[in-house]
């Protein structure tokens, strides 16, 4: 039997939402990659189990996953049918950065009320001309997700002096970032950065969880994925995101997201 998979991805005119996307995958797992925005999740059916700061980690029925900006995770079936989730992808307008560590501490929120708010908000992004209810609808989730994560900033933060000395592994991030579309060798950034590059790799890692060469492919994925929704066409965005020729783009494209980017980029446009 071939792998199923089902997507639709769209930017509705909705403050503080930078995507909406809905998929359904049989065999699709998820590489270890970033994302700039929130990440909530529910799962319809079947269910998925993912890595998130080395934890492991499961979105059962009922739940809602709230997965933090620039935090790596990965993602795979956790049923043998595989799974349908709804994910909207929220800029930090909507939740401060600061609630980032409660919820890594406990990303899966079992909350009827906020499981039934995010269903009700993705009725509306659905349905052409009814952004205000979706801001509404936006508005009340961001309410409870901060009612439910604030008690966690109380706790005692955790004594991260036993881990990766994160300076050199940040500015290595930083450095990513901005070249990310334009390209840089591991050589280059040991010369600017002034260390080893195998120190490099070893303090990235240590430091964020993911290797420094996925995170680079995630931030041009991520690149890929606006200016698709843009309109701009594939072989333009493989060129923009910093990807060598068609091919290379629609190789770590799929593994990525879970289509190709002409899907991707199709799935859009009936919206």
Do not use: C
């Not at 929704?229 to 990807?243: I, K, M, N, S, T």
């Amino acid at each position: 039997m071939q792998p199923q998979q089902e997507v639709s991805a769209w930017r509705p005119r909705v403050a503080g939402v930078v995507e909406v996307f809905h998929a359904r995958f049989t065999a699709h797992a998820y590489p270890m990659h970033v994302h700039d925005e929130w990440t909530l999740l529910i799962v319809d059916d079947g269910a998925v189990r993912y890595d998130l700061d080395r934890h492991r980690r499961g979105t059962p029925g009922g739940t809602v996953s709230l997965l933090p900006p620039q935090v790596p995770h990965n993602g795979s079936a956790a049923t043998p049918h595989g799974f349908r989730k709804r994910v909207v992808y929220l800029d930090t307008t909507l939740l401060e950065e600061r609630f980032i560590g409660a919820a890594v501490d406990g990303p899966d929120l079992t909350d009827p009320v906020l499981r039934r708010r995010v269903g009700q908000l993705h009725r509306a992004l659905a349905a052409p001309g009814d952004e205000f209810e979706a801001e509404s609808r936006l508005a009340l989730i961001g309410e409870r997700l901060r009612t439910l994560l604030r008690p966690r900033l109380e706790l005692p933060a955790a004594d991260a002096s036993t881990g990766p000395s994160p300076g050199i592994a940040r500015s290595l991030r930083e450095l990513l970032d901005e070249r990310a579309a334009g390209g840089l060798s591991l050589d280059e950034a040991a010369g600017l950065l002034q260390a080893h590059p195998a120190h490099l790799v070893r303090a990235f890692s240590g430091a964020f969880g993911i290797a420094p060469h996925q995170y680079l492919v995630s931030r041009r994925v991520a690149l890929a994925r606006r200016l698709l929704l843009d309109g701009r066409p594939a072989a333009e965005v493989a060129v923009a995101a910093g990807f060598y020729d068609q091919s290379h783009f629609t190789r770590h494209f799929k593994r990525v997201v879970g289509t190709t980017p002409g899907r991707y980029a199709r799935s859009a446009a009936f919206r």
